[in-house]
């Protein structure tokens, strides 16, 4: 009877238990029954995340957590599946110096002292394609659009882990692939800067919904 007793209480108590043992781990990208806790809203994420043109060069960011971010690239959405984004991470001295001078000289002056920096890739000939034919008039465009659903991911959980980031597309696409060795099979898309903002970014503006959304 006691038993019984003790494995009703327990039936009832374990969804809390489960919630309450779980709520801690942001890093636990396997529970997928768990809403996350991050210690920021999304709304907050949304409008802090700016592009910075100004970094703290005192400040580090270990391989840890930009795995973190690059995780979170994994849970965005592609085409069939297809996952057709790579990255490239620099983050010794001397290749965050190799690719910072890759950027163009107003950009390679904006991202002095972010202290890693990462080159975005797509593979081509998978999103947008069924059987190595092209499904539609888009074509690899929708590996560019996957490529930018990632990189959204990213940016945007960097600015939820406190960091700060720029993306960039004005890049020497020729002199990157030579630098890491990538593939022909992959297009060069954007190279984005990661590190702690010094000072508060410009705020943008922006256009008038109706300028851009209509509704039927
Ligand atoms: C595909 C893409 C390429 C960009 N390239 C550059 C760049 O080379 N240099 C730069 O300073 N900003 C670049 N930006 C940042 C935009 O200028 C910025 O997102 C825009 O002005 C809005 O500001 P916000 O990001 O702070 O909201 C780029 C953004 C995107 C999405």
Redesign the pocket.
Known sequence: MKCFKLNFILALAWPFLMLSSCSNSDTNTSNTNVSVVESVSFDEVLMSR??V?SYDATKTISEAEVRELLIATQEAPSWANQQPSKYYVAMTPEMVEAVSNLVGER?KQ?IAGAPVLIVSTYEKGKSGFFRGEQTNEIGDGWGAYDNGLSNAYFILKARAKGFDT?????RDSDELRKLFNISENEEVM?VISLGYRSGE?RQ?EHRPLEEVAQFF
Do not use: F, V, W
């Not at 720029?166 to 004005?170: A, D, E, R, T």
């Open positions: 700016r592009s043109r950009n904006n720029l993306i960039m597309g004005m954007a970014p943008p």
